[in-house]
């Protein structure tokens, strides 16, 4: 069962405008979230989180929003760039699993010039 | 270096072999991550280390997989009797707490060492 989905496996997006990425969640002991992008062949690089007592985090031009009672969580780049295109995963842990993380299938976001 | 270091970058071997992947992680991260990523899919957890134990090991998919991290800084994932099924990206993270709780700890990458099994 995957317990963290990303539905839109690529989302494409003109340089300088919003890109708006999901994530969905059904295991409500998941308080903790974050985000990674990850780059061709490279590891996954931390880009922002969020604890389950706030509803919004915001980082420069990146901005985490969780919706908990719809166990929903998006990400805002703002304004986008070119060098912001890579892959995304969404990332959860909480209750008795702090530790591990469980990571969606990913996001891949092209932006262009 | 200053990041998580794994060897070898790549490995090609032959269904049934022995493989082991190793994971140099950031010095002073106490805590350790092995993770699975098939193509086209997000990370799958596989173990993580807190100091030299095991603090879990749920995401060993079978009793082929096994892992150590004798002296609490570098690990070695082992696979016995590998399959088909185990070509993917295997990587490892570190970092300085555990992630989530109160003392979020932020994973740090390697860039991971690809298996392929023929």
């Known amino acids: ?113 | 270096g200053a990041g998580v270091s794994q060897t070898p970058s790549n490995k090609v071997t032959e269904k049934g072999k022995y493989v082991e992947l190793r994971c140099d992680p950031i010095s002073g991260h106490t805590a350790l991550y092995w993770y699975r990523q098939s193509l086209g899919q997000g990370p799958e957890f596989l173990i993580y280390f807190q100091g030299t134990g095991a603090a879990d090991d749920s995401g060993l998919p079978n009793d082929r997989f096994f892992a150590v991290r004798p002296e609490g800084s570098v690990s070695t994932l082992k696979i016995q009797r590998t399959e088909r099924g185990d070509s993917a990206v295997y990587l490892c993270a570190s970092s300085l707490n555990l992630a989530g709780g109160a003392n979020t700890g932020e994973l740090f990458f390697g860039e991971g060492s690809r298996l392929t099994v023929l």
């Not at chain 1, 969020?50 to 919706?67: Q, Y």
């Not at chain 1, 912001?84 to 469980?102: I, N, R």
Request: aromatic share 12%.
């Open chain 1, 1 to 113: 069962d995957q317990q963290v989905k990303q539905n839109s496996p690529s989302l494409s997006v003109q340089e300088g405008r919003i890109s708006i990425l999901n994530c969905d969640y059904t295991n409500s002991m998941f308080d903790y979230f974050l985000w990674y992008k990850k780059y061709p062949a490279e590891g996954p690089t931390f880009l922002i989180s969020i604890s389950s007592i706030k509803d919004k985090n915001e980082d420069g031009r990146f901005t985490v929003f969780l919706n908990k009672s719809a166990k929903h969580l998006s990400l805002h780049i703002v304004p986008s760039q070119p060098g912001d295109s890579a892959v995304y995963f969404c990332a959860a842990t909480g209750g008795t699993s702090y530790g591990k993380l469980t990571f969606g299938q990913g996001t891949i976001l092209t932006v262009h010039p």
